[in-house]
C-alpha cells in the first residue's frame, strides 16, 4: 500500500468540507493538488471541463467521484488529492448521486499509477472498508485504514473454451482514470474466478477504444460513455458501481453466460 500512501499524503487530505455544486467540489480537490505541489491550477480546469464534455461519468460508485484528466503538461508529478463533502452535492448522474467523497488523481502517464489505483479499488470494493474510509475523522485515520486490505477468494468457474487469451476494454472518456478503476475490479474478478491466463484486460478511451473493438469480446463502460461509443460491433455492458466485484462479476458471468 505504499504506493497509494505515497500518492496521497496527509496534506493532500481534507475532510467534512462544504461547497455549493459539483464544480466547487471539483475545484478543491484540484486545490489540493496544487497545493502539494503534483499539478498547476490549468489541471483542476481541465478536471472540471471533462466533467463538462463527457458527462458525470467519473462518478464510479454510489457517492465517489474519481475527478481526472487526460496527463498535460499540468501535471507536475503524479499524485492525488482526498475532499470528503460536509454535504452531498449532486454530479447529475442517474444511479450514483448524490456525491460526498472526491478523489482527484493527477497522473504523468497512463502506467504512473496502476498500482495505486489497483490498490484504492480494492480497498472501495470491500464494503467494512469503503465506509471505514468514509468514515474516517482525520487524514490519519485515513492512511491507517488504507494500510489495511481484505482478500477474498471464491472458488474457480469454468474457463472460456480455447487457448486464445480474450480481451475485455474497460472504457472511459480519457483512458486514465475510471477505465484504470474499473479495469482494476474487473481483473479482482478474474482473479478469484482464476480466469486471469484466459482473459487480458485493457484500459482505454473512447476513441481508441472504437478502433480497438474488433479485437474485444466485450466493453465495460460507464452509461455515459456507453452513449458516446454507440454500436462499435462488440457487446458494450454499462457497470453502475465501478467498484463492486458484485456488479462485475455478474457482468462477467452475462458476457460468457455462466
Not at 9 to 29: F, G, H, I, N, T
Not at 53 to 75: D, K, L, Q, T
Not at 220 to 237: C, F, H, N, Q
Not at 238 to 249: I, L, P, R
Request: hydrophobic share 45%; with cysteine; net charge negative.
Amino acid at each position: 500500500m505504499s504506493a497509494l500512501s505515497d500518492l496521497l499524503p496527509s496534506e493532500a487530505v481534507r475532510l467534512d468540507v462544504l461547497v455549493a455544486d459539483w464544480k466547487e467540489a471539483v475545484r478543491d480537490a484540484g486545490e489540493l493538488l496544487v497545493a502539494t505541489g503534483v499539478t498547476t491550477a490549468d489541471y483542476t480546469a481541465e478536471m472540471i471541463r471533462n466533467v463538462e464534455e463527457n458527462g458525470p461519468y467519473i462518478v464510479v460508485a454510489p457517492g465517489f467521484a474519481f475527478a481526472h484528466a487526460r496527463p498535460s503538461p499540468a501535471v507536475l508529478r503524479t499524485g492525488m488529492s482526498w475532499l470528503r463533502l460536509a454535504e452531498p452535492v449532486e454530479f447529475g448522474h442517474e444511479s450514483n448521486d448524490p456525491v460526498n467523497l472526491v478523489v482527484a488523481l493527477a497522473a504523468e502517464d497512463a502506467a504512473a499509477h496502476t498500482a495505486a489505483m489497483a490498490s484504492l479499488a480494492r480497498l472501495l470494493a470491500d464494503p467494512e472498508t469503503s465506509r471505514a474510509l468514509h468514515e474516517a475523522p482525520t487524514p490519519q485515520a485515513l492512511h491507517a485504514v488504507l494500510a489495511g486490505q481484505r482478500d477474498v477468494r471464491t472458488p474457480a468457474k469454468k474457463a472460456p473454451a480455447g487457448p486464445a487469451v480474450h480481451k475485455i476494454l474497460t472504457v472511459c472518456g480519457n483512458g486514465v482514470g475510471t477505465s484504470l478503476f474499473l479495469k482494476n475490479t474487473l481483473e479482482q474478478v478474474l482473479d478469484r474466478w482464476k480466469w486471469s491466463k484466459y482473459v487480458s484486460v485493457e484500459a482505454t478511451d473512447t476513441i481508441s477504444a472504437k478502433g480497438k473493438a474488433s479485437e474485444a469480446v466485450a466493453i465495460l463502460t460507464s452509461r455515459e460513455i456507453a452513449r458516446t461509443l454507440g454500436d462499435v460491433g462488440v457487446p458494450v455492458k454499462v457497470v453502475e458501481d465501478f467498484t463492486s466485484t458484485a456488479e462485475v462479476d455478474g457482468v462477467l458471468r452475462d458476457t460468457y453466460d455462466v
